[in-house]
């Protein structure tokens, strides 16, 4: 029951947070400034913000909770503030907590700001969020390792989530920018998505990149390598193939987008090229979710 | 670029394989105890737990219960008071009870979360002759 709990937190803040931060960095690696003043193509972009963060302030604050209750064997109705405390002061784990709440009002003070000072606002968001987002490392396994490996483990482990981020914000990005809404922005938005989705391929291979070589690390930090072949016999084990199945079917639509889907669009942008890639763009984003649903179980679960 | 930008992560990749696993993913366990489990023993002051990791101080809950007694050995566990201090390597909890233990079996409780916030907990028995 509490490990459903602490799953579904998990999934909530990895899913938020990596949104929040996404979508704020491609408003400053994809957009001209002429286009974030634009409200018509922007506005889809940065409206949910402040929300997301409220999200992401109240789900990790549950989090904490319910981390506090679970590791002083109480329910959440019975924690006094000296356990709170406690948490805060004695474990990296509850300082991280701090450090992820204190970037998310940050964050939520510039997603506010993101309409009228659109530049320094995305950059102080992207900053905040990153932190917010780094600050989960200490609720996984890699807080967990001890000394100068713990370190490359944690870093490994930021990187990670930030590279991921950055990709499923895009993912985000493309899909609001490619909405179905007869507005007069729309021409605007389309031939924004056409020329950002053709630019994403030089970001989107960095992305997979540092997934990649930082998920190797992690592997080997909690696993193995030379324990590969074991891995067929755990539930982390299958867990763990069948994330990286969800992310081979990621990069795969990631990889159809970018050679066909993309090409195809930007030569002709029209409804039915914007349906295609956006239908291919919906999976590659439920995909995205699988992945993140199998990491909030996979952080629980011993390798 | 991109090729550029990537070898700092290429540097960290080798550091890590180099360090090797040796993951401390363990969660807290108890590896000692004095008396120790199933010890049949004379006199007891006070009972020392030693654990695998370092433990949240606030965490710890610790049980003492006396649970048999010479020719009662289905004595109803009696709660025995103690005082808990909880050692310097944050790793080992004494427990000192108001008097030395008579004699009779005895049940340890313990529960518990490490760095990596699990919550863990075990028990065992000694005999004081």
């Given at each position: 029951?509490?490990?459903?709990?602490?799953?579904?937190?998990?999934?909530?803040?990895?899913?938020?947070?990596?949104?929040?931060?996404?979508?704020?960095?491609?408003?400053?690696?994809?957009?001209?400034?002429?286009?974030?003043?634009?409200?018509?193509?922007?506005?889809?972009?940065?409206?949910?913000?402040?929300?997301?963060?409220?999200?992401?302030?109240?789900?990790?604050?549950?989090?904490?909770?319910?981390?506090?209750?679970?590791?002083?064997?109480?329910?959440?109705?019975?924690?006094?503030?000296?356990?709170?405390?406690?948490?805060?002061?004695?474990?990296?784990?509850?300082?991280?907590?701090?450090?992820?709440?204190?970037?998310?009002?940050?964050?939520?003070?510039?997603?506010?700001?993101?309409?009228?000072?659109?530049?320094?606002?995305?950059?102080?968001?992207?900053?905040?969020?990153?932190?917010?987002?780094?600050?989960?490392?200490?609720?996984?396994?890699?807080?967990?390792?001890?000394?100068?490996?713990?370190?490359?483990?944690?870093?490994?482990?930021?990187?990670?989530?930030?590279?991921?981020?950055?990709?499923?914000?895009?993912i985000a990005a493309f899909l609001i920018l490619l909405r179905p809404a007869s507005d007069d922005g729309r021409q605007a938005r389309l031939d924004l998505a056409a020329?950002?989705?053709?630019?994403?391929?030089?970001?989107?291979?960095?992305?997979?990149?540092?997934?990649?070589?930082?998920?190797?690390?992690?592997?080997?930090?909690?696993?193995?390598?030379?324990?590969?072949?074991?891995?067929?016999?755990?539930?982390?084990?299958?867990?763990?193939?069948?994330?990286?199945?969800?992310?081979?079917?990621?990069?795969?639509?990631?990889?159809?987008?970018?050679?066909?889907?993309?090409?195809?669009?930007?030569?002709?942008?029209?409804?039915?090229?914007?349906?295609?890639?956006?239908?291919?763009?919906?999976?590659?984003?439920?995909?995205?979710?699988?992945?993140?649903?199998?990491?909030?179980?996979?952080?629980?679960?011993?390798? | 670029?991109?090729?550029?930008?990537?070898?700092?992560?290429?540097?960290?990749?080798?550091?890590?394989?180099?360090?090797?696993?040796?993951?401390?993913?363990?969660?807290?366990?108890?590896?000692?105890?004095?008396?120790?489990?199933?010890?049949?023993?004379?006199?007891?002051?006070?009972?020392?737990?030693?654990?695998?990791?370092?433990?949240?101080?606030?965490?710890?809950?610790?049980?003492?219960?006396?649970?048999?007694?010479?020719?009662?050995?289905?004595?109803?566990?009696?709660?025995?008071?103690?005082?808990?201090?909880?050692?310097?390597?944050?790793?080992?909890?004494?427990?000192?009870?108001?008097?030395?233990?008579?004699?009779?079996?005895?049940?340890?409780?313990?529960?518990?979360?490490?760095?990596?916030?699990?919550?863990?907990?075990?028990?065992?028995?000694?005999?004081?002759?």
């Amino acid at each position: 029951m509490t490990d459903i709990l602490m799953i579904g937190i998990r999934f909530l803040l990895f899913t938020d947070l990596m949104l929040v931060m996404g979508l704020a960095m491609f408003l400053l690696y994809a957009l001209r400034s002429t286009e974030r003043e634009d409200v018509r193509i922007v506005s889809g972009l940065v409206v949910l913000q402040p929300w997301l963060c409220g999200v992401g302030l109240l789900v990790s604050l549950g989090g904490m909770l319910a981390l506090t209750a679970s590791m002083q064997g109480v329910a959440v109705g019975e924690i006094d503030p000296n356990m709170l405390v406690s948490m805060a002061v004695e474990t990296d784990t509850g300082k991280a907590w701090i450090v992820r709440m204190l970037a998310l009002v940050v964050a939520t003070a510039a997603a506010m700001q993101l309409g009228r000072h659109p530049r320094p606002a995305a950059l102080i968001l992207s900053l905040a969020s990153a932190s917010a987002l780094a600050s989960l490392v200490w609720s996984g396994h890699a807080a967990a390792s001890e000394g100068p490996a713990g370190t490359i483990h944690r870093i490994a482990d930021a990187l990670h989530l930030i590279a991921a981020g950055i990709w499923i914000g895009a993912i985000a990005a493309f899909l609001i920018l490619l909405r179905p809404a007869s507005d007069d922005g729309r021409q605007a938005r389309l031939d924004l998505a056409a020329r950002s989705l053709e630019q994403f391929a030089r970001v989107g291979t960095a992305c997979v990149l540092v997934i990649a070589a930082t998920g190797l690390i992690n592997f080997e930090m909690i696993v193995g390598i030379a324990q590969t072949g074991q891995m067929p016999g755990s539930s982390y084990g299958y867990l763990l193939i069948a994330k990286l199945i969800a992310f081979s079917a990621m990069l795969l639509l990631a990889a159809c987008n970018r050679w066909r889907l993309a090409p195809a669009f930007a030569g002709a942008t029209s409804e039915k090229t914007a349906g295609v890639i956006r239908r291919s763009l919906v999976l590659e984003a439920s995909a995205a979710a699988a992945v993140l649903a199998l990491v909030a179980t996979l952080g629980m679960l011993e390798p | 670029m991109i090729k550029s930008s990537l070898s700092p992560l290429a540097a960290l990749a080798a550091t890590a394989l180099a360090l090797s696993p040796t993951a401390a993913l363990a969660h807290a366990k108890l590896v000692a105890s004095t008396p120790a489990a199933n010890a049949k023993v004379a006199k007891v002051t006070s009972v020392q737990l030693k654990f695998s990791e370092k433990l949240v101080a606030s965490t710890v809950k610790a049980e003492l219960v006396m649970t048999g007694m010479p020719g009662m050995a289905d004595h109803p566990p009696m709660k025995i008071a103690f005082a808990s201090a909880m050692g310097k390597d944050g790793k080992s909890m004494t427990l000192t009870p108001k008097r030395a233990l008579v004699p009779g079996i005895y049940k340890v409780t313990w529960f518990a979360a490490g760095a990596d916030t699990h919550r863990m907990g075990s028990a065992f028995a000694f005999t004081v002759k």
